[in-house]
């Protein structure tokens, strides 16, 4: 014979299975935030994004735009390649650029306009994305992010240098499946040599080649990573595509991953540094410079003087004068 149930003891099984809920709530939530923290902190291994598309962006160019991936926008940076700008936003970063090409800033900007175009086009199919989720400094809201880009033909930075829409230059990282960048970066100088050669793209806006394309086929680089090193997107981890997580620094050249902890065993002499003169190596040696904020160092020139240090993004009062004695 079934027994009844009082009101009384419906609601204490309500009550107790409501607490349930809220305790099962609360127990993922702690789970989901400790995945996210250990997407946010970078990873050393590369995330592999496969099937990403494009998102058409006023702010894409050449070396840095918008995709989706898995119904998440990222802004990605290609690595160890630097196009021109298309805008004069950065007219120092210009300045620097066209000096590189031997043309003018007007036929920079044109270069820049020439590789963002080229992008969109190598990017209209699907695509893969290597990435360790290390962050890339822009001018978006939106955090950007290091990272190899594979296209049907290949790599799309070797195809930006092979081109002359690009130059070899930049953050290095051991690409997907390599111990170290020098291989990478040899094959990206012997590209730019060839494009020079050939007087295309940038090396050839002068006499008219800026849309010319390399004649002779180049074997373009299909990275993939060890096996050890392909962590790829499942449902079960959600979290690795975070669209905010914390970056790593990025990695020097030759290393494995490994995040360099200190760039200088002495200090440089106070006051000899030439603010505008000095290699991303030179600035490293300060104490409180690391490759980052040496970048937008190199980045923010010409300067009147180290006073306008101040207005480097990243560099506050107290990091300025712990800094500024080291400049002439």
Partial sequence: MLRKFSTY???????????YK??????????????????????????????????????????????????????FRLYMIDAPETDELNPARLIEQAKYFAITVPQAIEVGQAAKDFTREKLSEPFTVFTRMSGAMGRSRMERFYAFV?????????????????????????????ENS??????????????????????????????????????????????????????????IFSSTPKPTAPIPPGDRGEPRKSHAKEKPPLGKIDINTATEKELMTVPGIGRETATRIIAARPFRSADDLKRVSGIGDKKYAQIRPYFQ
Avoid: M
């Fill in 182 to 239: 020098r291989v990478e970066v040899e094959k990206l100088q012997q590209f730019e040599d060839e494009a020079k050669q050939e007087k295309i793209g940038g090396w050839g806006v002068g006499v008219g080649r800026l849309n010319v394309r390399a004649q002779k086929p180049a074997p373009f680089t299909v990275f993939v990573p060890a096996e050890k090193d392909r962590p790829r997107a499942t449902r079960a981890s959600p979290s």
């Fill in 22 to 75: 809220i305790a099962v709530a609360a127990v993922a939530a702690l789970c989901i935030a400790a995945v996210d923290l250990g997407a946010r902190e970078g990873s050393r291994e590369w995330i592999v994004l496969e099937n990403c598309r494009l998102i058409v962006n006023p702010a894409n160019d050449g070396d840095s735009f918008h995709a989706s991936a898995r119904e998440k926008e990222y802004i």
């Fill in 150 to 178: 594979r296209t049907k033909d290949g790599d799309l930075g070797e195809q930006l240098v092979r081109n002359g829409l690009a130059r070899n230059y930049g953050f290095k990282a051991a690409p997907p499946g390599l």
């Fill in 9 to 19: 003891e419906f609601g204490i099984a309500e009550l107790t299975y409501l607490r």
